[in-house]
């Protein structure tokens, strides 16, 4: 029998009726100015928060896979334990995840190879209520053709734990990895300001050691920045900004920022 991990926060996050949700993804992205020439993404960071706040900013790196929509084929999804405690990693134990816009399936043999390893567990618990996996299916189901999902929730893991992951399911170019997270939280506008361009030049430095308040994904970040290395990726910051500049007030405010991740130009 089909086991499906239901939309959790579809009417909250995002819209709940799947053509005002798909009207509303496409609008995001066509706001973004995309340079033809931009460097082709392995891997995506992005923001998790209600599109209202962070939507925008998630659909700048996301209106960069539109070129390859026909060559991704397996996405590698990796979000923040916001409810349960995770060690390690956590895998999901259904067959598919839907939203408004249709299921996805995920892509079981992926996630069999991944259970070998110590650091990997798989918690229906973890999964349930997540929104930092969910609120990314609608843009992924936008802009790709027919893909499979490998989501992991992560929690308390090393760099090297999650890079090991990372690397089990790497793949060419049919497997993006997609890491979630937003920025520093509840900060005054301009103490977010100078807090988070810290946080971004350390990305941008390939430094792995993020703290959970630098970025709630921070696990996540730091697995993928510790894979990059090895795999001579480099990023790019596409958009900086916070929930002061979207939707909310400026007393605290959430930091958002979206990153690529490509091959690092030979010199």
Known sequence: MQTIRHAAVAGAFYPGDGRMLADHVQAMLRAVPVDAASASPKALMVPHAGYIYSGQTAAMAYARLLPL???????????????????????????????????VELDQPAMTKLQAFPQVVVS??????????????????????????????????????VAQVLDAVWGGEETLIVI?????????????????????????????????????????????????KEHCLQPHLLQLCNSGDTAGDKGRVVGYA??????????
């Not at 956590?90 to 299921?103: I, K, N, W």
């Not at 499979?148 to 308390?156: R, T």
């Not at 979206?258 to 010199?267: I, K, M, N, R, V």
Request: proline share 7%; with cysteine; glycine share 6%.
């Open 124 to 161: 229906s618990a973890a999964h349930a209520l997540e929104h930092s996996i969910e609120v990314q299916l609608p843009f992924l189901q936008a802009v790709l053709d027919d893909f499979k999902l490998v989501p992991l929730v992560v929690g308390d893991a090393s760099p090297a734990e």
């Open 180 to 228: 979630s997270s937003d920025l520093s939280h509840f900060s005054p506008y301009e103490e977010a300001q100078r807090v988070d361009r810290i946080t971004v030049d350390r990305i941008l430095g390939l430094q792995d050691d993020l703290s959970p308040e630098q970025a709630c994904g921070g696990a996540g970040i730091n697995g993928l920045i510790h894979a990059a």
């Open 69 to 103: 929509r026909y060559t991704i084929r397996r996405v590698v999804l990796v979000g923040p334990a916001h409810r349960v405690p995770v060690r390690g990693l956590a895998l999901p134990d259904v067959q598919s995840f839907e939203t408004p816009l249709g299921r």
């Open 258 to 267: 979206s990153f690529l991740f490509s091959a690092a130009e030979a010199e």
